[in-house]
């Protein structure tokens, strides 16, 4: 998917950028169009969004792929850059279906063993603890990814 923005709202010239639509269940979804956003002095292009109300930035900066809150105060690191973002997308959604919702504790956790080596394989310095994959392997890890439930979400 390919969004844009004006070109004045970034003054490094950044008006478009491809990005993946979405993910699996609320992880992630692309935004509608790019949006501007300085945090601590940095500028942002927000692309998408995680859960309820957190987004999914780019540092214009440096490339790399963060996340934030609801208030967007501060960020963490998603991905070192968009083609790694991009990649794992795409890998993980490959590896969907992760279990059925009659699925033992011992399927939930090869799942999330699963996506983090995925993860690890493609961009090894993004699966930090208390980082957004890790946090995602952890939920796909205690159940909460039940192929009818995500399909049904």
Same mark, same amino acid.
């Given at each position: ?6 070109a004045?709202?970034f ?5 478009s950028? +491809? ?6 269940? $609320?992880s $992630? ?8 956003? @300085?945090?601590?002095? @940095?500028?942002?292009? /927000?692309?998408?969004h995680? +859960?309820?109300?957190?987004s ?5 900066a ?5 996340e ?5 105060r501060?960020?963490?690191l998603?991905?070192? !850059?968009?083609?790694?973002?991009? /990649? ?6 490959g590896?969907?279906?992760? $279990?059925?919702?009659?699925? !033992? ?9 699963? %996506?983090?080596?995925?993860? /690890? ?5 993004? $699966?930090?603890?208390g ?6 392997? !952890?939920?796909?890890?205690m ?5 009818e439930? %995500?399909?049904? /979400?």
């Amino acid at each position: 998917m390919n969004l844009a923005a004006t070109a004045d709202s970034f003054d490094s010239g950044v008006v478009s950028l +491809e990005v993946p639509t979405d993910l699996i269940g $609320y992880s $992630y979804r692309a935004a509608d169009s790019l949006e501007a956003f @300085v945090i601590s002095g @940095v500028l942002f292009a /927000r692309f998408g969004h995680t +859960e309820m109300f957190g987004s999914v930035l780019l540092n214009i900066a440096t490339g790399e792929v963060v996340e934030s809150g609801r208030d967007l105060r501060e960020v963490s690191l998603v991905s070192t !850059s968009m083609e790694h973002f991009s /990649r794992c997308v795409q890998a993980v959604i490959g590896r969907f279906p992760f $279990y059925s919702s009659d699925a !033992s504790d011992d399927e939930w956790e090869l799942a999330a063993a699963d %996506v983090a080596q995925i993860v /690890r394989s493609i961009d090894p310095k993004a $699966y930090i603890e208390g980082g957004y994959w890790h946090e995602m392997a !952890s939920d796909i890890g205690m159940g909460d990814y039940a192929t009818e439930d %995500v399909v049904n /979400r």
